[in-house]
């Protein structure tokens, strides 16, 4: 059964995710629909493409996922079907593709099919699920569009190493309020070996020194760091919430600072 996602801004007070749906399973009733996320902040891409990139490899290859986040096609970000990786993906190419994939897509398509209605502001409704039930019926990505042969570059701040230091910042913080610094257990371990450490966040006066395998390694209530299931840093609080307490937003400077 083919699987279709959905990850959107629109929360689901309103109509727009059964639309979608409705009109996914209209066209084509034997597909599988999931929900990754509605709660994205609007318009955020940032974090978009951060719950897509850790769950999408999760799904099955074959899998069709639906972005339905800034989606309104424009003069610069033209709607496309993408597949990469195994996966299709479509959206407006706004930045979140070259977000989503670590490496150029086998495949990019700027859509030519026609919307379903004349209005301009659903197009997940109205072109992206016509196009998801084209893929999911086994019909080829060739008939949506014409070839496009790179998408919209975007790309995050990389950490860097200075000195004794590794210069992070915050990529994510989740419903937990537990922070996703930018820094792999690789370059973490690489960088500090067995030496002596400390993670520095806004507060000066307060820091981290040690990595711990769980939240519940330290009591209730303290602070730690640990690296999370995708790989990444993270600041977390057992049965707390980090990022309020250090005051720390997307973006904010992390720093690593090596002993010895």
């Not at 978009?48 to 999760?58: D, E, I, P, T, W």
């Not at 330290?218 to 307490?245: D, T």
Request: net charge negative; aromatic share 10%; charged share 20%.
């Amino acid at each position: 059964m083919p699987i279709i996602t959905l990850t959107t801004d629109w929360g689901l007070s309103d109509h727009y995710v059964a639309s979608v749906k409705g009109a996914i399973l209209r066209r084509t009733p034997f597909v599988n629909i999931v929900d990754i996320s509605h709660e994205i902040r609007h318009f955020d891409i940032k974090r978009a493409s951060f719950v897509l990139r850790n769950s999408f490899r999760q799904f099955p290859e074959g899998t069709i996922h639906i972005i339905g986040i800034d989606s309104i096609e424009s003069k610069n970000h033209q709607h496309l079907a993408v597949f990469a990786e195994g996966h299709y993906f479509i959206g407006a190419d706004n930045g979140i593709f070259s977000l989503i994939l670590d490496k150029a897509p086998d495949k990019i398509i700027s859509l030519e099919v026609l919307q379903d209605t004349g209005y301009f502001t659903f197009p997940s409704r109205d072109r992206f699920a016509k196009v998801a039930c084209h893929i999911a019926e086994g019909k080829s990505m060739d008939e949506l569009g014409t070839p496009v042969p790179a998408l919209l570059p975007k790309s995050l701040y990389q950490p860097v190493t200075e000195g004794n230091n590794i210069l992070g910042r915050v990529m994510y913080i989740d419903a937990y309020d537990n922070v996703f610094v930018n820094i792999p257990e690789r370059l973490f371990r690489e960088t500090v070996q067995n030496r002596s450490f400390s993670i520095n966040f806004r507060r000066d006066s307060y820091s981290i020194t040690t990595i711990v395998k769980a939240y519940g390694d330290v009591p209730e209530g303290e602070m730690c760091a640990l690296f999370a299931s995708n790989g990444y840093l993270q600041i977390a609080m057992n049965q707390g919430k980090a990022a309020s307490l250090l005051g720390l937003t997307m973006d904010y400077p992390v720093i690593v600072t090596v002993k010895g």
